[in-house]
């Protein structure tokens, strides 16, 4: 929700099964690809999870910047704009950085 609670819930009864406190405003949509969920906040942080019953944290993410937008999924890379950056990340590849 936009205070920055992250709520998973049973879709058809609505029953909920557990929430996160992100402690920052969420203004994006959640992304489900296959068996992850990710949730982007105002601080920054990209917060992964596995879709399930249970809560489990997978990874988070900062980005360094506010992200108002919901990730995005294709080609196998995952796409997070921030206020000033897009990034592109993707298993296996390296930075220009890390060349």
């Given at each position: 929700?936009f205070s920055g609670v992250?709520?998973?819930?049973?879709?058809?009864?609505?029953?909920?099964?557990?929430?996160?406190?992100?402690?920052?405003?969420?203004?994006?949509?959640?992304?489900?690809?296959?068996?992850?969920?990710?949730?982007?906040?105002?601080?920054?942080?990209i917060g992964i999870f596995?879709?399930?019953?249970?809560?489990?944290?997978?990874?988070?993410?900062?980005?360094?910047?506010?992200?108002?937008?919901?990730?995005?999924?294709?080609?196998?890379?995952?796409?997070?704009?921030?206020?000033?950056?897009?990034?592109?990340?993707?298993?296996?590849?390296?930075?220009?950085?890390?060349?």
């Open positions: 929700d992250f709520h998973c819930l049973d879709a058809k009864t609505g029953e909920p099964f557990w929430s996160y406190d992100m402690f920052a405003a969420s203004w994006a949509s959640p992304l489900i690809v296959e068996d992850r969920v990710y949730i982007s906040d105002e601080d920054g942080d596995k879709v399930s019953k249970e809560q489990t944290q997978i990874a988070e993410i900062n980005v360094d910047s506010a992200v108002y937008t919901t990730p995005v999924a294709a080609n196998q890379t995952l796409y997070i704009a921030n206020r000033n950056r897009i990034y592109a990340i993707q298993e296996g590849a390296q930075s220009e950085v890390d060349k």
